[in-house]
């Protein structure tokens, strides 16, 4: 009881935490980006660091989304995206295409799960196997 207790807490603080600062830190490369594009000045110049720098914060931004949709979502996911236990959703780190992806190669995608590898990957090509994730150890 006391682990959840304290899981709880933590996941709160968490909360908290996420609604305060994201926004500021959203706003705050932005303004940095459009600073660096107007005011240029040598290693703050465009080139070195302006679209390509917001959209790899984008990418990491929807890689973490990502990564915590598959651990908030894993029973609904496990229920309806895939049709054995196999390999299932709820690793923290891993993305949701990465299960998808697993559970492509091995055939036990649900209807519903192929449906939505099918969405992915008309958006970018192989997206659910070429995102797979192995891990070394297993915990």
């Known amino acids: 009881m006391r682990n959840l207790l304290h899981s ?6 968490a909360l908290a935490l996420a609604l ?3 926004p ?3 706003l705050w490369t932005l303004g940095e980006i459009w600073f660096r594009f ?3 000045s040598g290693k703050n110049s465009p080139s070195k660091k302006g679209l ?6 984008f990418r990491s931004v929807a890689i973490g989304i990502d990564q915590i949709g598959n651990s908030v979502c894993r029973d609904l996911f496990n229920r309806c995206l895939i049709t054995s236990s196999w390999y299932k959703f709820g690793k923290v780190q891993e993305t ?8 492509q190669e091995t ?5 519903v799960g192929r449906a939505v590898v099918w969405i992915l990957d008309s958006l970018d090509k192989d997206h659910c196997r070429e995102s797979i994730i192995t891990f070394t150890s297993y915990d």
């Open 8 to 13: 709880l807490i933590l996941l709160l603080v």
């Open 20 to 22: 305060l600062l994201l």
């Open 24 to 26: 500021l830190g959203i």
């Open 38 to 40: 107007f005011i240029p």
């Open 52 to 57: 390509w720098y917001l959209w790899g914060i």
């Open 96 to 103: 949701i295409s990465s299960v998808l992806g697993k559970n």
């Open 107 to 111: 055939w036990t995608l649900t209807l």
